[in-house]
């Protein structure tokens, strides 16, 4: 009978164990998406080599995290998180877990599967992400929150698991993809950090992304366009329009261009048009303001073909989010639904064109 009670203490003392969460600083371990180390701190995407020229807008919204990911490897049953955000940003047209919160995903048979969702609660956060797994090693990405920034990050395993370095190099960071725009870009307004259409792209190309999107200012500032060319890109894509109108692509489009050629003559740039928007059916002014926009764009576009400039391309973006209305949350900014699409039809052309 004491026999009995020792093994069952002993077995209660093991489950317990395994109970008990031990946290791993992520700054241990690889970071995805950022154009440059040189940042004020870890979890932000701009070089602090630009701070005092950026516009004030521009540079706050380098703190926020969108594109960032951090990528490791464990064996543990259970993964949990616990973070600080910068802000605790809350958004009336976007979910708390997009705006703010965690999305993890696992690599399988060579594909990355949804995992779960930290959901954020605070400013300071711990949260399960998943539990109750097979304790076999597998490859993870934690995506970072997308309006808002991070100031600390700890992954958690059970404190008899290990947690590694990723032993898989996905995506494939040389040559990355840099990807420049406004809200859309930066994510507005997917549900959850990887349903961004640059990481959901990133993952069908197996490529880094490198997300410099601005909400409501992808405003052609060219000292974005300078940070752009210090990576070994394999294609920059400019998915600015929304954020422009006529005057600014006339007054400031040769500019950023210029600087993108002149220090990267041999990375192809892919100009997207403006989106046609379902509100537009309804808004004929803004109908108008989008077909003169498209049309300022063309025009650019046709003087770089005029004077001999090679590997640009410009694609419409008539049909990119489908003709049925039901790929955005507000008439402008995507659903998962309107990112799903966009990514899928943005695809093919991304990986015909990307510099090998």
């Not at 990050?153 to 947690?163: H, P, T, V």
């Not at 898989?168 to 809200?183: D, Q």
């Not at 880094?208 to 890109?233: K, P, R, V």
């Not at 073909?305 to 989010?321: A, F, P, Q, T």
Request: aromatic share 10%.
């Amino acid at each position: 009978m004491k026999k009995h009670i020792i093994i069952a203490l002993l077995s209660c003392f093991s489950l317990a164990l395994n109970a008990q969460t031990k946290y791993h600083d992520a700054a241990s371990f690889p970071l995805y998406g950022k154009i440059s180390d040189n940042t004020e701190t870890r979890y932000e995407r701009l070089p602090v080599s630009i701070k005092i020229e950026c516009r004030p807008p521009v540079w706050n919204l380098g703190k926020n995290t969108a594109g960032l990911a951090v990528r490791f490897r464990t064996n543990s049953k259970n993964i949990s998180a616990k973070w600080t955000l910068l802000g605790n940003v809350e958004m009336s047209h976007m979910t708390g877990v997009g705006v703010r919160g965690l999305d993890l995903y696992c690599l399988k048979d060579g594909k990355w599967h949804f995992v779960n969702i930290a959901k954020p609660k605070d400013k300071e956060n711990k949260v399960t992400i998943i539990s109750n797994m097979k304790g076999e090693e597998r490859e993870y990405i934690l995506y970072l929150p997308l309006y808002d920034g991070v100031t600390n990050l700890e992954i958690g395993i059970d404190s008899l698991s290990s947690i590694y370095q990723p032993h898989i190099e996905s995506p494939v960071r040389a040559k990355p993809v840099i990807y420049y725009g406004t809200s859309i870009s930066q994510g507005g307004c997917a549900s959850r950090p990887g349903m961004a259409h640059t990481n959901i792209l990133s993952r069908m190309l197996n490529r880094e992304f490198i997300n410099l999107g601005f909400s409501g200012n992808g405003q052609l500032d060219n000292e974005i366009a300078e940070i752009m060319t210090g990576s070994d890109a394999s294609l920059f894509v400019l998915d600015f329009m929304p954020n422009v109108n006529v005057k600014l692509i006339q007054d400031k489009a040769e500019k950023f261009f210029t600087t993108l050629r002149s220090k990267s003559p041999e990375v192809p740039i892919l100009f997207i048009e403006n989106p046609i928007f379902p509100f537009l059916d309804f808004d004929l002014v803004a109908k108008k303001n989008v077909e003169d926009k498209n049309a300022a764009l063309r025009l650019f576009f046709k003087s770089l073909v005029k004077r001999g400039e090679k590997n640009i391309y410009l694609l419409s973006s008539e049909k990119l989010i489908g003709l049925d209305g039901e790929a955005t949350v507000d008439g402008i900014h995507f659903t998962d639904l309107g990112f799903e699409r966009y990514a899928k039809n943005l695809y093919p052309v991304l990986k015909s064109k990307m510099k090998k």
